[in-house]
């Protein structure tokens, strides 16, 4: 358990709104930051580039902004697994460029169903997963060599994969193509699932709340439950609202965000969650506490490559071709440092599946300001390394404000 999980107990004359301002501040004085920064980090850089361009903010460009943020994130929901237990995987951007190549030959060239190639896609990535965590597990080899070597292995099958041609285009007319770019949500469906998933959250913390207070362990109080689902209905419902105003919620959007909560929900209410976070934060207390720390590790590569591969998917039918830079570029840059950007730590055993969501809204809020305003090339991966030394440089603060905290 991080952290940001551990409640404290309010004051009952205390009104929900005023109890929850005092638990960020005593979070605050302890060094946890929660996702406070980046919130505000994106606030500014919406408002500069709004203020650039005033098309930035429009429904139209924003909807184009979560649609881009399907793939990265989707794979940066796999470097979130990976930062957690303390390793790295820099081979990502490759095993997504595999997976695209998969699904177009499979689906181009050799005429199989679309749902066998898919399939076939996924497991591609968990594949590459399953080899680094046991090569990571029975050889000790430090996970940055092994995905080094691995971003290298893997984009020469990708390469052989695709053959002389390079490139192959995916049938504008097949539904892969549609779900990528043409399929949108209902504008009722969105405020039907927005309800939905905050119904979700404030039943799961109600539970939370009472299984602690039977336990006599901190709880957080219902006023301020019911604070933050309400400001988490009133965020939602808005920006399900303006998007709605241009071609609405995409499907490939709305899948990620269901990636994202599955995910969060399995780090937070599983048994194998739990031992992610303690394999993170110490591996040897871990292994004192009866958790078997090379199925954690073998695991968690396992579904990094796997949603590697699925992001990979998910770039593919946006740009419906698959080619020899597919996965390249900054693929790897984008997907790591949205999870880092998100407030996951690269010390490990801190983060959440949904930092990552955060984080790559950041990532591509950069891109996508950029390419409104079109300065040169190189601004944007000044800027995109600044902001993500910057997130270091927060998260190396925050670890030492806990420190410190822990010792008085």
């Known amino acids: 358990m991080t952290t940001t999980d551990i409640p404290t107990i309010a004051d009952p004359n205390e009104s929900g709104a005023r109890a929850a301002v005092r638990d960020f501040v005593a979070r605050a004085r302890g060094g946890d930051l929660g996702s406070a920064p980046v919130v505000a980090g994106l606030i500014v850089i919406w408002i500069v580039f709004e203020i650039l361009n005033p098309t930035f903010l429009s429904s139209t460009n924003l909807v184009n902004l979560t649609m881009q943020s399907a793939a990265v994130g989707t794979i940066a929901l796999g470097v979130v697994l990976v930062l957690l237990i303390g390793e790295i995987d820099l081979s990502v951007g490759s095993v997504s460029g595999l997976a695209s190549a998969v699904l177009a030959v499979g689906f181009v060239e050799l005429g199989m169903p679309l749902p066998v190639v898919l399939v076939a896609a996924v497991a591609s990535g968990a594949l590459v997963g399953l ?81 602690r207070t039977e336990a006599r362990l901190p709880a957080v109080p219902l006023r301020t439950i019911i604070v933050r689902s309400v400001a988490l209905l009133v965020l939602l419902t808005a920006a399900a609202w303006y998007l709605n105003l241009s071609r609405g919620v995409g499907v490939m959007f709305a899948l990620f965000l269901l990636l994202a909560a599955l995910t969060q929900l399995a780090l937070t209410r599983t048994r194998w969650g739990r031992s992610v976070y303690a394999v993170g934060g110490n591996v040897e207390a871990a292994r004192r506490a009866g958790i078997r720390v090379n199925r954690v590790y073998v695991s968690v590569f396992v579904l990094c490559s796997s949603l590697a591969a699925l992001g990979g998917v998910f770039a593919a039918a946006r740009l419906a071709a698959a080619n020899q830079s597919s996965g390249g570029g900054d693929t790897n840059l984008n997907a790591i440092a949205a999870a880092v950007i998100g407030g996951t730590s690269l010390f490990g055993g801190r983060g959440s599946a949904l930092s990552a969501v955060l984080g790559v809204i950041v990532i591509m809020s950069i891109t996508s300001g950029l390419a409104l305003i079109n300065p ?10 600044a902001v993500l030394l910057l997130a270091v440089v927060i998260d190396s603060l925050s670890r030492r404000s806990r420190a410190a905290a822990g010792r008085a």
């Open 131 to 211: 080899l680094f965590g046991l090569i990571r597990t029975r050889f000790g080899v430090p996970s940055f060599v092994i995905t080094l070597a691995g971003l290298l292995g893997v984009l020469g099958v990708q390469l052989a994969v695709l053959g002389r041609t390079g490139s192959i285009n995916l049938p504008f007319e097949s539904w892969i193509v549609q779900f990528g770019t043409q399929w949108f949500l209902p504008a009722w469906l969105s405020y039907t699932l927005v309800v939905a998933a905050v119904g979700s959250y404030a039943w799961s913390q109600v539970v939370l709340a009472r299984r």
């Open 376 to 385: 040169d090339s190189s601004l944007r991966y000044i800027i995109t390394g």
